[in-house]
């Protein structure tokens, strides 16, 4: 008998690895209600605590009246609307490169930009921890595919040495599980040298980074030579949905041609486009959010420090707390969850076998009392569990 789910859905389970949706009842909030309880989130990816923001929302709402409910069609059929427009333009100026091109997700913004810049007999070298979507796209893009060690321009150099045809050089910007910040001007300098292409994809920089928000190429000050594909996403800092791909003319018109996930989908809602463009004003102006995120970092690494918890080397809201073994990250999920406190394990596949961790995420929308009833709770949840002796 082929196709035994059970098996493999039952091996899973054993392996604490079986994963399942909490069911959300509120709007993305620090204040979540899930599977009918109220809990204080720090697992939403929202940092800037856009999601549900007033000003965003009546946007979506306008542009609702004005542009209606769906895109209808791709963007190169009849779909391209002037809210998306207008959303490109903005994005273009935002992130000081002469265009950008808005897509439905990330993950397609990854894979069209990858599968249409190589292809067989050009070479996609990649840090070994990228996002999935990106991984994937090296996979699909039917390129020589390698991956270098974590943020190791020498590890990158010595692969850029047996590199062939057009090579592209792909980095998250700011990792998504651990936090830390990509070593582009490192990074950059070693593939400008071997005439290859950098790409960065900055998920979790934008919104975050930078003096205006404009991620770690403008915490670097990296210009478009240094990066030539800058990514981008929309459903985290900025609050709405989609994806976007910036860079020069030339790249952009070559995406419209090749990049089939652009091609073959059809257009995101223009009223999301309409209210990302309330979100991207506010992420700009309203630098208070970031200091007050900085704030917060800084209160929540003191605070787990003195606890002993074992923090990793990030500056940014990304604060995962390495626990290692998948069932132990369960057991200390569910224990700050019956103190009322929100937290999903992080395990593998999403991250390195023996690696499982809380993924702690903070938002400008918590407030230092947040963070301290946090970390009262991690002390009694870890207070409460036996000691690991492996
Ligand atoms: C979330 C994420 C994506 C995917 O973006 P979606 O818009 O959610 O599809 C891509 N890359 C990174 C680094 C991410 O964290």
């Not at 069911?23 to 939403?44: I, K, R």
């Not at 190589?118 to 990649?126: E, H, M, R």
């Not at 936090?179 to 790409?199: F, N, Q, S, Y």
Request: a negative charge; proline letters at 4%; charged letters at 15%.
């Amino acid at each position: 008998m082929s196709f035994d789910l059970s098996s493999r859905l039952a091996e899973r389970r054993s392996a604490h690895l079986y994963r399942q949706r909490p069911l959300l009842a509120s709007p993305q909030s620090v204040h979540a209600v899930v599977d009918g309880q109220s809990l204080l989130a720090f697992c939403s990816n929202d940092y800037l605590g856009l999601a549900n923001h007033p000003q965003v929302a009546e946007a979506m709402i306008e542009g609702v009246r004005r542009w209606g409910t769906g895109g209808g069609a791709s963007h190169l059929v009849v779909g391209h609307s002037g809210a998306h427009h207008q959303l490109e333009e903005a994005l273009a100026e935002f992130t000081g490169r002469p265009r950008a091109l808005l897509m439905s997700s990330g993950y397609m913004a990854n894979m069209g930009a990858i599968t249409a810049l190589v292809g067989q007999g050009d070479t996609v070298l990649q840090d070994r921890l990228n996002h999935a979507s990106l991984l994937d796209a090296g996979l699909l893009s039917g390129a020589r595919f390698s991956r270098y060690l974590h943020n190791d321009a020498q590890s990158l150099q010595q692969r850029l040495g047996k590199a062939s045809g057009n090579t592209l050089v792909v980095s998250d910007g700011v990792f998504s599980m651990d936090g830390d910040l990509a070593k582009l001007p490192e990074i950059c300098a070693t593939a400008r040298h071997h005439d290859a292409w950098v790409m960065v994809d900055d998920a979790h920089g934008f919104g975050c980074l930078g003096a205006t928000g404009a991620g770690i190429v403008e915490h670097y000050g990296l210009g478009l030579e240094d990066v030539p594909v800058l990514v981008g996403t929309l459903g985290k800092a900025f609050g709405t949905a989609g994806a976007f791909i910036a860079g020069s003319e030339e790249l952009i018109e070559t995406l419209i041609q090749f990049a089939r996930p652009y091609i073959y989908t059809t257009s995101q809602p223009p009223a999301v486009a309409w209210a990302t463009l309330k979100s991207l004003q506010l992420l700009r102006d309203e630098s208070w959010r970031r200091e007050h995120l900085a704030r917060l970092i800084a209160q929540f690494r003191a605070g787990a420090s003195a606890l002993g918890l074992q923090l990793m080397d990030s500056p940014t809201p990304i604060q995962p707390l390495l626990i290692g073994d998948s069932q132990r990250a369960l057991q200390l999920s569910a224990g700050l969850r019956q103190r009322g406190i929100l937290i999903t394990a992080i395990r593998p596949p999403t991250v390195p076998q023996g690696t499982a961790r809380l993924r702690v995420t903070l938002s400008a929308e918590h407030s230092e009392d947040d963070i301290a009833r946090l970390l009262e709770a991690l002390q009694q949840t870890l207070a409460s569990l036996p000691e690991m002796n492996t």
